[in-house]
């Protein structure tokens, strides 16, 4: 178990943090006109709703990162003078990076599906106490920003209100929108 931590922690951080800031705040911008106004969503309305998030999250994190790394190969390849470009992607290298994408996707949906439930189940659970559920992501959006921001380092204090103001600014476009 503490093996696949660290490989979670260090080899698909990324991943992770994508699919679990991408779950709390697409959720949160899809319901957050219906939370507003006191309405109580189902669960089968949220379990439709983390999935199509997770799944989303997953492709959006797949195709950005694949790119990245792929474009890190041909540079590779360039700084080698290798005069035919793409070779190092059909190698085992290219292989490993598919299989290393293709993970980090696994888990982005994992971690999508999760954040994205965090608004929604909050709803169910306590369905009149109206707002809670948004509080509920701000706070998750918060205290996410604090652990990014000790990874690697930068201001808490920024990390920290920049998520929430990013949560605060989709759910008030949630709430124009009323999407759901």
Same mark, same amino acid.
């Given at each position: 178990?503490?093996? +696949?931590?660290?490989?979670?922690?260090?080899?698909?951080?990324?991943?992770?943090?994508?699919?679990?800031?991408?779950?709390?705040?697409?959720?949160?911008?899809?319901?957050?006109?219906?939370?507003?106004?006191?309405?109580?969503?189902?669960?089968?309305?949220?379990?439709?709703?983390?999935?199509?998030?997770?799944?989303?999250?997953?492709?959006?994190? +797949?195709?950005?990162?694949?790119?990245?790394?792929?474009?890190? !190969?041909?540079?590779?390849?360039?700084?080698?003078?290798?005069?035919? %470009?793409?070779?190092?992607?059909?190698?085992? =290298?290219?292989?490993?990076?598919?299989?290393?994408?293709?993970?980090?996707?696994?888990?982005?949906?994992?971690?999508? +599906?999760?954040?994205? !439930?965090?608004?929604? /189940?909050?709803?169910?659970? +306590?369905?009149?106490?109206?707002?809670? /559920?948004?509080?509920?992501?701000?706070?998750?959006?918060?205290? =996410?920003?604090?652990?990014?921001?000790?990874?690697?380092?930068?201001?808490?204090?920024?990390?920290?209100?920049?998520?929430?103001?990013?949560?605060?600014?989709?759910?008030?476009?949630?709430?124009?929108? %009323?999407?759901?």
């Amino acid at each position: 178990m503490k093996n +696949f931590v660290n490989f979670i922690l260090g080899k698909q951080l990324f991943a992770l943090l994508l699919g679990v800031v991408d779950g709390v705040l697409t959720a949160l911008t899809l319901t957050s006109g219906k939370i507003i106004e006191g309405g109580i969503l189902d669960y089968s309305l949220a379990f439709r709703i983390a999935a199509v998030t997770a799944v989303a999250s997953s492709f959006i994190y +797949f195709i950005a990162e694949y790119v990245q790394l792929r474009r890190e !190969l041909i540079n590779a390849e360039k700084q080698l003078n290798i005069v035919s %470009h793409g070779k190092f992607a059909t190698t085992s =290298l290219g292989k490993t990076v598919f299989v290393e994408v293709s993970v980090g996707m696994g888990i982005s949906c994992i971690f999508g +599906f999760i954040g994205a !439930l965090i608004p929604l /189940s909050t709803n169910i659970l +306590f369905p009149n106490i109206t707002g809670l /559920s948004i509080a509920v992501s701000l706070t998750t959006l918060g205290l =996410l920003g604090l652990v990014i921001a000790r990874i690697i380092y930068a201001n808490v204090f920024r990390w920290t209100i920049g998520l929430i103001s990013v949560g605060i600014g989709l759910s008030v476009v949630g709430a124009v929108l %009323h999407i759901v």
